[in-house]
């Protein structure tokens, strides 16, 4: 297998978060129906899709960059396998959608990060079109942070803090 730069490594990380991210927001969005919050259910289908679209592109960017398409995407995959379990453990058999957007809080916060960093890098490395797709996707990662934040403070204001678990 190619040996990645330290940018396509960042980049295949990336993409497994977005990986990730699809089967986070259709666990939280089942949590979520269960509890009838129509408006969040909406939001993570788009999310869902945004993620999906997000990996569409991450790929063919990387399909781009010669020789390492297998390598980046196998990052991917780590990565993504990484994140599954992390999200495995957080959201047990008892979790529910205040749960679930918590974890998305902590999630898309990753994401933004890591696509922040993409970003910079392949602006040092000269790399347009990867430049080109983390600047795309930045904004759209910065609004699934707010929109999960939102729905978390939305779904802790339904919370009695004072009863016990």
């Known amino acids: 297998m190619a040996e990645l730069t330290n940018l396509e490594s960042k980049l295949g990380e990336a993409l497994g978060l977005a990986m ?4 986070a927001t259709d666990k939280v969005r089942k949590l979520t129906e269960e509890e009838g919050a129509a408006e969040l259910v909406a939001k993570l289908e788009r999310m869902h899709r945004e993620a999906k ?3 569409e592109r991450g790929t063919e960017v990387a399909g781009s960059l010669e020789g390492k398409k297998t390598a980046i ?3 991917a995959r780590e990565t993504k396998a990484e994140a599954t379990e992390m999200m495995s453990t957080y959201l047990g058999d008892d979790a529910d959608a205040l749960d679930g957007f918590e974890f998305l809080t ?5 994401e933004v990060g890591h696509w922040s960093i993409v970003e910079t890098m392949a602006r040092k490395a000269g790399n347009r079109e ?3 797709l983390a600047t795309w996707v930045k904004p759209i990662q910065q609004r699934h942070f707010d929109d ?3 729905g978390s403070l939305e779904l802790a204001q339904g919370e009695d803090p004072n009863s016990t678990q």
């Open 20 to 23: 990730a991210a699809q089967g």
């Open 53 to 55: 679209e997000t990996e």
């Open 73 to 75: 995407l196998e990052k």
């Open 106 to 110: 902590m999630a898309e916060a990753g």
């Open 130 to 132: 990867v430049q080109d």
């Open 148 to 150: 999960v934040m939102q």
